[in-house]
């Protein structure tokens, strides 16, 4: 599949998350690749109703603030509103985009990691 994003930082975390052969990072890498209109904005609400505390989320777009968390998680995402990074640390999470957590891949072995699309 041809990729259109012209930003090459993009690209290149793409082709990191492909070259990882684990099921969730090719999920991630295959919503990337979407326009990035059609990619996923999800709220903190939504986060908050389908994880318990200490979940690992991964959003492969980005996390907007309406709504609250209750339980501190770590959200792993594109990118981030200013309220919802306020919210999501508030509660005692924590915020890591997508590039610094392809670093950190082995933090997420035994850990329960949740992949929301929408």
Not at 16 to 43: D, G, H
Not at 84 to 103: C, F, H, N, P, R
């Amino acid at each position: 599949m041809k990729m259109a994003s012209t930003n090459v930082m993009l690209r290149k975390l793409i082709y990191t998350l492909e070259k990882q052969k684990k099921n969730l990072w090719l999920a991630v890498a295959e919503e990337l690749k979407a326009p990035s209109r059609k990619r996923a904005y999800i709220n903190l609400y939504k986060i908050n109703k389908h994880t318990k505390p200490n979940d690992i989320v991964v959003v492969p777009g980005k996390v907007l603030g309406i709504g609250s968390l209750d339980h501190p998680v770590t959200v792993v995402a594109l990118s981030f509103s200013k309220s919802a990074k306020e919210k999501i640390e508030k509660s005692g999470g924590k915020v890591m985009s997508l590039y610094k957590a392809v670093q950190e891949l082995k933090d997420f072995k035994g850990k329960t990691v949740r992949l929301m699309k929408q």
